[in-house]
């Protein structure tokens, strides 16, 4: 003897427009509905939730640390990753906050972070092998330290040398066609650093000879012009 009725079903499935409504690399302003083991799920418009999936989170060096960036009720930019509108799916990543792309939540002029090769960037520690370190760059984008690559030698800890979390800077040396493997070097950056001091000195001390002959000549001519009334 009891009938259920809804109004949803009268409403149009805000699913069906999303191709139309949203896109992959665009940054927009959503609010943490729940938290959950494997990543946060966001709201991103009415009735659309997107997943937050923990492996977008740079890595904190603590056991799901990366859960105090996602309090549920919070207003976060976020930047879309992948719409799978069959499935009523959509992958994002947070946009840290104070950046020009989180500035730019809610407009439709968003892109992605690209990373090529030669770019210099800074990245956190997020795992080591035997080989190397793993290094996040951005959401979807993680990239290798080569054992050879990070300046240190194979009896040297890794592990204490580049600590879970920590930031480090790092050299793009190889991006593979489809960007699942990035390969990076942190003793490039050492080089790198070295040449431009070596520069920055090498222009001082042009400055200051130039300096000290420009005084010479000065002091020669007005010692001439005293002698030559």
């Known amino acids: 003897g009891r009938i259920a009725l809804g109004l949803k079903q009268l409403q149009a499935d805000p699913w069906s427009a999303v191709s139309s409504t949203h ?8 609010r943490v509905s ?3 083991d494997f990543g946060a799920f966001i709201e991103i418009s009415n ?3 997107a997943l937050a999936h923990v492996s977008t989170f740079p890595p904190t060096g603590q056991a799901d640390g990366w859960k105090d960036s996602v309090a549920p009720g919070t207003e976060v930019p976020v930047e879309i990753l992948s719409i799978d509108a069959e499935r009523k799916r959509i992958g994002v990543a947070l946009v840290e906050e104070g950046t020009a792309k989180a500035a730019s939540a809610g407009k439709r002029d968003g892109s992605g972070s690209a990373v090529g090769a030669g770019a210099r960037l800074t990245g956190k520690v997020k795992g080591h092998e035997s080989y190397g370190v793993f290094v996040f760059l951005n959401a979807g984008a993680t990239g290798l330290i080569p054992m050879e690559e990070t300046g240190y030698d194979r009896e040297d800890d890794l ?15 190889e991006v593979d066609g489809d960007g699942r493997r990035i390969r990076l070097s942190a003793k490039a950056v050492a080089r790198a650093k070295e040449k431009d001091e070596a520069r920055d000195y090498s222009e001082r001390q042009e400055r200051g000879q130039s300096g000290s002959f420009g005084s010479l000549a000065d002091t020669l001519r007005k010692a001439m012009d005293k002698g030559n009334p």
């Open 47 to 49: 009735g659309i939730e």
């Open 23 to 30: 896109r992959v690399s665009q940054v927009l302003t959503g």
């Open 159 to 173: 592990r204490k040398k580049f600590p879970v979390g920590s930031d480090v800077e790092v050299v793009v040396l």
């Open 34 to 36: 729940r938290v959950a």
